[in-house]
C-alpha cells in the first residue's frame, strides 16, 4: 500500500472516530451555550416602562416619533437567513460537519508528518496534533476568542485575514522553535508569532453582547477544550491507523 493511499485511509477512518467523538462532547459542552444565548438574541426588546402614568407634551411626542425610525435598524435581523432546525436536523449537521473537520485536520497532521519523515504513531500524532491546537486555535484565541450568537463583531474579511495570517505566523514560529538548531532561528521563530498580536486583532464596533458576560467565558472555554479534542484526537487515530496499514501493508 502506497503512502497517498494510507494518509487518505487513515485520515478517513480518523475523521469518523473524531467525528462521532466531538460530536458527543459538545452536545453536553458548547451546543447548550450555544442553544441559550440564541435565547437572548432571539428574544424581543423590552418595551418601554408605562407603568407610571405621566403627560408627555405634543412635542415630545413629535420627537419620540421622528427618532424611532432611526433607532430601529440596530434591532432588526436578518428572518431570510437559514439556519438548521434544532433537534435532529441541528445534531446531524453538526455530526457532518465534525466529520469533515476531523477527517481534514487529521490528513493535514498526517501529510506534515509525511514530509518531516520519522516515524509515524499515535504518539508522534499527538505531538503533531497539540501542536496544531497551539498554532491554529490557542494561539489566534488571543485576539479573535470563540464567539456565540448576539456577539458583536469586526467586519468579517479582516477577521478572516488576521486569523490566517496569525496561524500561518503561529506554526512558522513553532516549527523554527522547535525545530531549529539555531538560537537566532528560534528568536526569530518567537517574533513572528508573537508579531500578529502586537499589530492587534480587528476591533468590534462595540463591546456590548445580547447574553452575560459568564455565557461568553464559558463558551470560550469550552470551545477550547473542543478544539484541543479535535487535534489531539486527530493526532492519537490518523498516527494510530497510518501505523497499522503500513505493517500490513
Known amino acids: 500500500m502506497n503512502m497517498f493511499k494510507t494518509i487518505i485511509l487513515s485520515a478517513f477512518g480518523a475523521g469518523l472516530a473524531v467525528g462521532i467523538a466531538l460530536s458527543v462532547v459538545q452536545a453536553v459542552t458548547t451546543e447548550p451555550l450555544i442553544l441559550h444565548a440564541e435565547t437572548f438574541e432571539n428574544a424581543e426588546p423590552a418595551p418601554a416602562a408605562a407603568a407610571a402614568p405621566h403627560e408627555h407634551s405634543t412635542t415630545e411626542a413629535h420627537a419620540h416619533e421622528a427618532a424611532a425610525p432611526e433607532a430601529a435598524p440596530a434591532h432588526q435581523h436578518d428572518e431570510d437567513a437559514w439556519s438548521p432546525a434544532d433537534g435532529f436536523e441541528r445534531s446531524a449537521y453538526t455530526l457532518l460537519a465534525n466529520l469533515l473537520m476531523g477527517v481534514g485536520v487529521s490528513a493535514v497532521l498526517l501529510g506534515l508528518m509525511s514530509i518531516r519523515g520519522g516515524k509515524i504513531d499515535a504518539r508522534t500524532g499527538v505531538l503533531w496534533g497539540v501542536a496544531g491546537f497551539f498554532a491554529a486555535s490557542l494561539l489566534p484565541s488571543l485576539g479573535l476568542s470563540p464567539e456565540l450568537p448576539g456577539t458583536a463583531a469586526a467586519e468579517v474579511t479582516s477577521r478572516q485575514v488576521w486569523w490566517l495570517s496569525t496561524v500561518a505566523a503561529s506554526a512558522i514560529g513553532l516549527a523554527l522553535i522547535v525545530f531549529s538548531g539555531s538560537w537566532l532561528l528560534k528568536a526569530a521563530g518567537l517574533v513572528i508569532g508573537v508579531l500578529p498580536h502586537v499589530i492587534g486583532a480587528p476591533v468590534p464596533p462595540t463591546l456590548e453582547a445580547s447574553y452575560p458576560a459568564g455565557l461568553g467565558g464559558e ?19 490518523s498516527g494510530w491507523l497510518y501505523q497499522r496499514l503500513s505493517r500490513t501493508a
Do not use: P
Open 219 to 237: 463558551f470560550v472555554a469550552a470551545s477550547l477544550v473542543v478544539s484541543a479534542l479535535l487535534w489531539a484526537l486527530s493526532g492519537l487515530f
